[in-house]
């Protein structure tokens, strides 16, 4: 992830389904503290300067340690649960005592699994706020595994044989930073929606697009207050190993791309196009009407939709969620970018 390489869906995934995930059965019910970063340290702390420094935990990031509820967890003592369940293969597997993790920070590979629970449970907490899964339908409501990979290479994932993300360990280590896991979870989101997306290149740019705005909208809610860096850039943290420039970002949502002039045949570039999109609805419409629109639509996408047909099925369906003055918003959005 962190060089912007993720494997886009191009398979059905078999959904697990996860007792407890519609409403909030017993095997499911339980709660434990863990700590974590909100959303990361160059977001909170506002210091473009801090550094991996081969997984140092040294005092600058102090502040940005949280201590915070992790919900929905099975009786077991790990991080299993309703919606995700935590593999590692870098050290021991995280267990709690009496309803806690221990506070580890970001020198144990424990804190990265107790991210990676907290960060996917919150992305579905947010798609629930929205309403799916009551007043609209469910979106993603099955548990997943999120993997900690010893992988060397800066790269994160979604398998979608198996409906599982994987996070790597180069540089940052990808589940340090909250953006990365959530974008993962974008691709779960769409596979589960339509299973096998993203089969041809502008339906592949459509779920990295998708990816990187749903990371900043999860973070943003999540966080409870602006972030000192700028709201539009994407992976503030996993950044700061692979970019010169200030801020640091492996992607934006607010840039300039307009289609077809800047497609260039790669989809994380070219899901700017779509991104910036899917910002400018969210500026529109509001955060829960234009990412409830944004969503919902995905419903209506073939696993090798065009920008085109894609942008449609959002107009429409902003049309019958809030009518005719949130469709033409939404339509201005998207003929801005030139898809429309």
Not at 123 to 146: D, E, K, M, W
Not at 204 to 229: H, K, M, N, Q
Not at 267 to 291: F, Q
Not at 312 to 332: H, P
Request: hydrophobic residues 40%.
């Amino acid at each position: 992830m962190g060089l912007g390489v993720v494997v886009t869906a191009a398979l059905a995934a078999m959904a697990v389904p996860a007792q407890g995930a519609q409403g909030a059965s017993p095997p499911y019910s339980g709660t434990a503290t863990g700590t974590v970063f909100l959303p990361s340290p160059v977001q909170e702390l506002g210091i473009e300067s801090l550094t991996d420094q081969k997984d140092a935990d040294y005092p600058a990031l102090a502040p940005a340690y949280h201590r915070r509820t992790l919900t929905d967890l099975d009786a077991s003592g790990t991080l299993t649960g309703a919606y995700v369940r935590v593999k590692s293969s870098t050290g021991r597997a995280a267990t709690s005592l009496d309803g806690a993790f221990p506070a580890w920070h970001r020198d144990s590979d424990q804190f990265e699994q107790v991210m990676a629970y907290y960060w996917v449970t919150t992305a579905q907490s947010y798609l629930q706020h929205l309403g799916f899964g009551s007043t609209l339908r469910p979106v993603n409501q099955r548990q997943i595994q999120a993997r900690i990979d010893q992988y060397g290479g800066d790269n994160s994932f979604f398998r979608e044989d198996k409906a599982n993300i994987t996070l790597g360990k180069g540089g940052v280590d990808d589940a340090e930073d909250a953006e990365v896991i959530v974008h993962e979870y974008g691709h779960s989101v769409q596979d589960a929606q339509v299973p096998g997306f993203g089969t041809n290149l502008e339906s592949g740019a459509i779920g990295e697009g998708f990816g990187d705005y749903l990371a900043v909208v999860v973070t943003s809610w999540a966080a409870g207050a602006p972030t000192r860096t700028p709201e539009a850039c994407v992976a503030d943290w996993d950044s700061v190993s692979y970019t010169s420039t200030v801020p640091h970002c492996l992607r934006r949502l607010d840039g300039t791309k307009v289609y077809p002039t800047d497609v260039q045949g790669e989809v994380h570039r070219d899901g700017e196009i779509w991104s910036r999109a899917l910002w400018d609805i969210r500026a529109a419409l509001g955060d829960v009407k234009g990412t409830t629109t944004i969503i919902e639509a995905q419903f209506a996408f073939a696993k090798d939709t065009s920008f085109r047909d894609a942008a449609l099925a959002t107009v429409g369906a902003a049309q019958r969620l809030y009518g005719t003055s949130a469709a033409n918003q939404v339509t201005k959005a998207f003929a801005a970018r030139g898809i429309l």
